[in-house]
């Protein structure tokens, strides 16, 4: 049986659980398809927001990358790195390349607030100030010199969260993190004290997770305050909606939990402070050359619960102000984009063209298909998803040469093995383990079992995953035998008549090794990461 080709468009989590997907439910089919995944990135490195989103004191969600290298290192995987669809190559090359390719690039673009004063510096998005302290090879380690004394982080989900944490907590506790060296030392150097965490609705609907709303209350030398009265369920809320939130909702009845513990726990006088307020909205970020303050209006819901401002405004004294109102995904060139919902237009994963009809052979998984929602372990699911659909239009497809297709969505059945070439890219043959699958590995470990749990797997889903595992090494067997991993795909072919040269696993390897050496010649914790791309490149690059 000829091997299905599949590109994937990014290797972070939604990309590298659609190639796990894709191997473990080709195995099972049957008979069983023989497949090959290609997982391309516009950059060198691996892992998208595991490794240039989680924030770097987040140890254990981090460790997910360790799950998703088992993927990469799976035998009919392999990684192509500093390869971008828009500027190496274009939608038209993939899909002349592969029987059928999934997009899966995330949402990297901040939204906007769209209020006067956004654009004065001191003012940033979120995104960017958490691509610099997770070391994005797309900024300069020197972007943030964090003088400001008093900052106000906008909006109230994990990500507000997570910056507030960095901002507020004691640099000496990241020296053991991956976080870079010049990231870790502005921070030493930082002169922040204060951090407001301003939402514009109350507790019962901000969008965080208790587990790291509760985190920010345990920090050393930071006390936790909250507005006066804003915990008040009632007193913003007429409709009591509010408060029946907190009685029914295992969400909001946790976050309130938290939220009125601070609000009755009188100040310690820490050297630093973090500040709750809620019902605020914010309407201009004043500055004449940089930002001076935030004026905020007082927000409340009417007896028909209807959100409004009421006129009442405060004037934050701020130097700088990280607007943290959710990401948005960047159409890719070509593909149909809706832009209403920043997403691709989609059904089940399968990317439906302007007529409402599925495009053959293309696919989407993760916050491009779905929107910036849901914790890691969501996008398992959700890639599982798009991967049955793709099969399953494999599996009803058309045999060589029929045209045209019988239904809409339909895969090109596999063409013939190109004719032998020069050798593939070196990387290791490593075969995903059986336990590997349910975010276990051989070691097995409470560390690993609570990463399954942050990313959001439950202890079904984990042991549904060991069997069907154990179900995949038996078909791959067979399986891969038919897949000849010496032959460079047309792909690999496309790239090097271009002149591209991939950044392949091994040269990733080598980046991961880079890291494990700082990390030692620091004196820091296991890995330390190098600070720009040009370090990325000396890495990797010839003669490294
Ligand atoms: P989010 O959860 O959607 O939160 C966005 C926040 O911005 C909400 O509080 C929203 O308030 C507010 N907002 C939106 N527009 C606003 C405006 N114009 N003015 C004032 N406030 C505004 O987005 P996120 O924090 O960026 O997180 C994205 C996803 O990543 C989430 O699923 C999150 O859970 C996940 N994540 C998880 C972790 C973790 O598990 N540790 C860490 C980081 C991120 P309204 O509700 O009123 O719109």
Not at 220 to 247: I, K
Request: charged letters at 25%; glycine letters at 12%.
């Amino acid at each position: 049986m000829r091997t299905l080709e599949v590109a994937i468009v990014g290797s972070g989590p939604a990309g590298l659980y659609a190639a796990e997907a894709l191997i473990k439910q080709a195995a099972v089919l049957e008979p069983p398809q023989p497949i090959r995944v290609d997982v391309l990135d516009r950059l060198p490195t691996p892992y998208g927001l595991v490794r240039y989103g989680v924030a770097p004191d987040h140890k254990s969600i981090k460790s997910i990358a360790d799950y998703l290298r088992r993927v990469l290192e799976h035998e009919g995987v392999r990684f192509l790195g500093g390869v971008h669809l828009g500027e190496d190559v274009t939608r038209d090359d993939l899909l002349a390349s592969y029987d059928a390719v999934v997009y899966a690039t995330g949402a990297m673009r901040d939204r906007r607030l769209g209020i006067p004063g956004e654009d004065l510096p001191g003012s940033y998005a979120a995104t960017d100030f958490v691509n610099w302290y997770c070391g994005h090879p797309d900024v300069d380690p020197a972007a943030f010199s964090l003088d400001a004394e008093s900052v106000a982080v906008i909006g109230v989900g994990n990500v507000a969260v997570d910056v507030a944490r960095i901002l507020i907590r004691d640099p000496a506790e990241l020296r053991e993190t991956d976080i870079s060296q010049p990231v870790l030392e502005a921070l030493e150097a930082s002169k922040v004290r204060e951090v407001h965490v301003i939402g514009r609705r109350g507790p019962a609907q901000a969008k965080f997770t208790t587990k790291e709303l509760r985190e920010l209350g345990e920090l050393e030398g930071v006390d936790v305050v909250v507005g006066a009265g804003e915990h008040d369920l009632d007193a913003f809320d007429p409709t009591g909606e509010s408060a029946r939130l907190a009685q029914t909702d295992r969400h909001v009845r946790g976050n309130y939990a938290v939220i009125s513990g601070w609000a009755s726990r009188a100040p310690a006088g820490h050297p630093r402070r973090l500040t709750v307020r809620f019902w605020l909205r914010p309407t201009e970020i004043q500055g004449a050359e940089r930002v001076s303050g935030l004026i905020l209006e007082r927000t409340r819901l009417d007896d028909s619960g209807v959100f409004a401002g009421t006129g009442q405004q405060e004037t934050l004294d701020v130097q700088m102000v990280l607007r943290s109102v959710g990401y948005q995904s960047v159409p890719l060139l070509g593909l149909p984009f809706d832009q209403g919902s920043y997403t691709v237009p989609n059904e089940e994963g399968r990317v439906l063209g302007p007529d409402g009809q599925p495009l053959p052979g293309e696919y989407v998984a993760g916050w491009l298909k779905r929107g910036p929602t849901g914790v890691i372990g969501t996008n398992k699911s959700d890639a599982a998803q798009t991967v049955r659909a793709l099969l399953a239009d494999l599996a009803g497809g058309p045999g060589p040469g029929d045209v045209p297709l019988p239904r809409a969505g339909l895969l090109r059945m596999p063409a013939p093995a190109p004719a032998p070439a020069a050798t593939a890219a070196d990387k290791p043959a490593v075969v995903i383990e059986p336990g590997a699958a349910g975010g276990q590995s051989a070691a097995g470990g409470a560390g690993q079992a609570s990463a399954a749990a942050e990313a959001g797997l439950t202890a079904e889903e984990v042991a549904a995953e060991a069997a069907e595992v154990a179900a995949m090494e038996a078909a791959e067997a067979g399986a891969a035998e038919a897949t000849d991993l010496a032959v460079l795909s047309r792909f690999e072919q496309l790239l090097e008549a271009r002149g591209i040269r991939p950044v392949s696993y091994a040269d990733w390897l080598r980046i991961e090794a880079a890291e494990e050496e700082l990390a030692v010649s620091l004196g820091r914790g296991a890995r330390v990461k190098l600070p720009s791309r040009e370090h990325l490149h000396r890495a990797y690059g010839p003669g490294s």
